[in-house]
């Protein structure tokens, strides 16, 4: 009997594992956010055509890598962000899969461009579907500069399937303003075809809600705040006169990361009761940091999932937060405690 089975190639493997990693324009651009954040970037920039669809560029003035770390971070499992097992525990980075740029590299054009302070010259990279096609020293600035184009040119009915660029590029501007509002104190831009879309100075929560969300949101903002020994709570919800038809101004940060938790969404709500008209979603923009080690963040490759060891108390807290804050600020109804 003759054996048949056999490891994959790694650009084969690279090519599967991009399915998870990579389904939009917008999935290159949250990873790409997330490693200039990494890298300690002050200024990040993202530049865009045709809704992704042509060029998905971030430039950043973050650490930069080494020459050999400038090739290295193409391959799979290759990440400067963990080394144990045990790491996991103690995450204080978005990264730690290592997976994002190798995915990418595999169905895309990548142009890498990076330096490192101390370093005269950098590195400049280009690499098209998992194949090296050139490597030269070069004179750059300090940070790195990713180019994606040609996105899914080899799974062409991944290419196929994305939607119009209306569609693609309220996913990017989503994941943009989910990394923005994450990271107040970094500078943000954001340009498509040619025009500023973004510009978000580094500031404070307050500033950058208001900054990312333009219009009347300052007058709609209620302070949050909440420290107890498993979770600490910070930021902004609506007043409910502001309450809007759709869930567009809903956040939760956890640990610097947007979250979608259906289970704290309900705590708002719960704290909300009596207060909405029917239907109506309340804004917020809550911050919490808990100790990395009572979450688990490991449950999907996009990360926007997370498991927390006492969801229930974690509920609790949230939804009296919420409450007194917005019995504070007056916008509770009067109720008749002296007859
Ligand atoms: P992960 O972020 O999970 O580590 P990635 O594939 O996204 O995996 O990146 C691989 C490695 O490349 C990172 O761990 C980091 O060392 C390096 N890297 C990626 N992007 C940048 C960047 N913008 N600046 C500096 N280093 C980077
Ligand atoms: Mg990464």
């Given at each position: 009997?003759?054996?048949?089975?056999?490891?994959?190639?790694?650009?084969?493997?690279?090519?599967?594992?991009?399915?998870?990693?990579?389904?939009?324009?917008?999935?290159?651009?949250?990873?790409?956010?997330?490693?200039?954040?990494?890298?300690?970037?002050?200024?990040?920039?993202?530049?865009?055509?045709?809704?992704?669809?042509?060029?998905?560029?971030?430039?950043?003035?973050?650490?930069?890598?080494?020459?050999?770390?400038?090739?290295?971070?193409?391959?799979?499992?290759?990440?400067?962000?963990?080394?144990?097992?045990e790491d996991l525990f103690s995450l204080h980075t978005k990264g730690f899969r290592g997976e994002a740029l190798a995915s990418i590299a595999a169905i895309a054009?990548?142009?890498?461009?990076?330096?490192?302070?101390?370093?005269?010259?950098?590195?400049?990279?280009?690499?098209?579907?998992?194949?090296?096609?050139?490597?030269?020293?070069?004179?750059?600035?300090?940070?790195?500069?990713?180019?994606?184009?040609?996105?899914?040119?080899?799974?062409?009915?991944?290419?196929?399937?994305?939607?119009?660029?209306?569609?693609?590029?309220?996913?990017?501007?989503?994941?943009?303003?989910?990394?923005?509002?994450?990271?107040?104190?970094?500078?943000?831009?954001?340009?498509?075809?040619?025009?500023?879309?973004?510009?978000?100075?580094?500031?404070?929560?307050?500033?950058?809600?208001?900054?990312?969300?333009?219009?009347?949101?300052?007058?709609?903002?209620?302070?949050?705040?909440?420290?107890?020994?498993?979770?600490?709570?910070?930021?902004?919800?609506?007043?409910?006169?502001?309450?809007?038809?759709?869930?567009?101004?809903?956040?939760?940060?956890?640990?610097?990361?947007?979250?979608?938790?259906?289970?704290?969404?309900?705590?708002?709500?719960?704290?909300?009761?009596?207060?909405?008209?029917?239907?109506?979603?309340?804004?917020?923009?809550?911050?919490?940091?808990?100790?990395?080690?009572?979450?688990?963040?490991?449950?999907?490759?996009?990360?926007?999932?997370?498991?927390?060891?006492?969801?229930?108390?974690?509920?609790?807290?949230?939804?009296?937060?919420?409450?007194?804050?917005?019995?504070?600020?007056?916008?509770?109804?009067?109720?008749?405690?002296?007859?």
């Amino acid at each position: 009997m003759s054996s048949i089975i056999q490891l994959l190639p790694d650009h084969v493997a690279n090519q599967i594992a991009a399915g998870e990693v990579v389904q939009r324009p917008a999935s290159v651009v949250k990873e790409l956010l997330e490693n200039a954040v990494d890298a300690k970037a002050t200024d990040i920039k993202l530049i865009i055509k045709d809704a992704g669809k042509s060029l998905v560029q971030v430039i950043d003035n973050g650490i930069g890598m080494s020459v050999t770390d400038a090739r290295l971070c193409f391959e799979r499992h290759a990440t400067s962000k963990i080394r144990h097992a045990e790491d996991l525990f103690s995450l204080h980075t978005k990264g730690f899969r290592g997976e994002a740029l190798a995915s990418i590299a595999a169905i895309a054009h990548v142009e890498q461009k990076t330096k490192q302070e101390q370093e005269e010259l950098g590195t400049h990279i280009v690499i098209e579907g998992s194949k090296f096609i050139s490597q030269e020293p070069a004179v750059l600035p300090k940070g790195t500069s990713f180019s994606v184009k040609n996105l899914f040119f080899n799974i062409p009915a991944r290419r196929n399937f994305l939607k119009s660029e209306t569609v693609e590029l309220r996913h990017i501007i989503d994941e943009f303003q989910r990394v923005a509002l994450a990271h107040p104190n970094i500078y943000f831009t954001m340009y498509h075809n040619g025009s500023e879309v973004f510009n978000l100075p580094n500031s404070n929560f307050r500033q950058r809600i208001v900054n990312v969300f333009a219009g009347k949101m300052n007058e709609k903002l209620v302070p949050v705040k909440e420290e107890t020994e498993i979770v600490h709570i910070q930021g902004f919800i609506g007043k409910p006169e502001f309450a809007k038809k759709n869930r567009g101004e809903q956040f939760f940060f956890v640990n610097d990361r947007f979250i979608k938790s259906g289970y704290l969404h309900h705590a708002i709500m719960a704290a909300y009761e009596g207060l909405l008209k029917d239907g109506a979603q309340p804004s917020y923009f809550l911050y919490l940091n808990v100790p990395p080690n009572t979450i688990d963040i490991n449950i999907h490759p996009t990360k926007t999932e997370i498991k927390f060891d006492d969801e229930h108390a974690l509920y609790a807290i949230l939804r009296s937060a919420v409450k007194h804050s917005l019995g504070q600020f007056n916008v509770a109804p009067v109720l008749d405690f002296d007859r």
